[in-house]
């Protein structure tokens, strides 16, 4: 009788994870315990903006607000514009706040909460919501200072953050719903 060579198995070779497997990674120490909603969606936010625009945990330019009264906006950092060598401290790239909406789970419906929720953002932004939380209110006064003291190179950026990709038409949506606020 001969014997069968046997086969070697390797299991040291790297398999790209699928989306849904890099997802349900990320988000475990989010969903860890049992957190009410409210609870979720901070932690999602919280690890969302450290780890997108990587930033420490306490800093004065990171500004949680979410709740009731939060004019559409969850959370905003602001990510200073590097000085240039020899240029008198002025920044190259200019500042940017990025205002965080998001929407964890079921409190994401699609279209009409990128509507509805930028709407919120854009009225905020004007001085059309009267009924704002302390902290959305101190957000607020420093963003119509920054608008008021910004130059061409200062940006506000909106973000929508979902833990499941948008599909086209919601896609579409964001497109059509464009909005870029003039600063100066």
Same mark, same amino acid.
Request: aromatic share 12%.
């Given at each position: 009788m001969v014997d069968e060579p046997m086969l070697e198995t390797h299991s040291n070779v790297d398999v790209e994870p699928t989306f849904e497997a890099y997802r349900e990674e990320w988000l475990a120490d989010v969903r860890e315990g049992s957190p009410s909603t409210t609870e979720l969606a901070g932690r999602f936010t919280h690890k969302l903006l450290t780890q997108w625009l990587d930033v420490g945990n306490v800093m004065d330019d990171l500004v949680y607000c979410d709740g009731a009264g939060d004019g559409g906006i969850d959370a905003a950092y602001l990510e200073q514009g590097e000085a240039v060598d020899g240029d008198a401290g002025e920044a190259s790239e200019g500042d940017t706040w990025y205002l965080v909406q998001s929407k964890y789970g079921a409190a994401f419906q699609g279209s009409g909460t990128l509507l509805s929720e930028g709407r919120k953002v854009i009225e905020t932004l004007n001085g059309q919501r009267s009924r704002l939380s302390s902290l959305a209110e101190g957000l607020l006064e420093r963003l119509q200072q920054f608008r008021a003291q910004a130059s061409e190179r200062d940006r506000l950026v909106l973000v929508f953050a979902t833990e499941d990709p948008l599909n086209?038409?919601?896609?579409?949506? @964001?497109?059509?719903?464009?909005?870029?606020?003039? @600063?100066?």
């Open positions: 086209v038409e919601q896609r579409r949506t @964001l497109k059509r719903f464009s909005y870029r606020m003039h @600063l100066p």
